[in-house]
């Protein structure tokens, strides 16, 4: 049997005198696609959070492949996410929004055009790169998210409610 992808062991976490992650564990392994449902206040956000670096972890640890991420900042793990809020820069448009984390990742000029080109047109956006996000729908803004989150091709892609804000026929 394969070593999971993703390994998180007892992990908390903690707001305060607040538990709201209380030693969680869980095996991803490659190719699998994990769903967390609960009611709200559960924890499924802030497990994406510690997953992706935003929040504090208290005990436990993370690992991805043979990495342990648990004290990684956020920008050197290979993780997507689509936050719940869509967490897009008002200061930037469509395509700097899109193209921002292979700008992070110091990928040249011509492939960041080729790559967000492609993410926006997987997600029906590319007549839409110029725009700023204030000017778009929330589905619009929604779909920039997950392009932001796919363009530079993750190994694990978190998302928090990603596609509710989206129709039927997007979502497929």
């Known amino acids: 049997m ?4 993703l390994s998180i062991e007892e992990l908390s976490v903690r707001y305060g005198d607040v538990s709201v992650l209380d030693r969680v564990s869980l095996q991803v392994r490659p190719g699998e696609f994990l769903t967390l449902l609960g009611p709200s206040g559960s924890g499924k956000t802030s497990l994406l959070m510690a ?3 935003f929040a504090d972890v208290t005990g436990g640890t993370i690992h991805f492949a043979s990495t342990d991420l648990t004290a990684l900042p956020p920008h050197r793990r290979s993780l997507g996410i689509v936050f719940q809020s869509y967490a897009l820069s ?5 395509f700097h929004n899109v193209a921002y984390p292979l700008r992070l990742r110091k990928v040249d000029r011509e492939q960041i055009r080729r790559r967000v080109h492609e993410a926006l047109t997987l997600m029906k956006m590319e007549q839409f ?3 700023g996000v204030h000017e778009l729908s929330g589905g619009q803004r929604q779909r920039v998210a997950l392009a932001r989150a796919m363009v530079f091709e993750p190994a694990i892609l978190l998302m928090d409610e990603p596609l509710s804000a989206l129709d039927r026929k997007l979502r497929e």
């Not at 394969?2 to 992808?5: A, K, Y």
């Not at 008002?90 to 469509?94: C, F, I, R």
């Open 2 to 5: 394969t070593s999971p992808s």
């Open 51 to 53: 997953i992706a670096g």
């Open 90 to 94: 008002p200061h930037m448009n469509v």
């Open 129 to 131: 790169a110029g725009r």
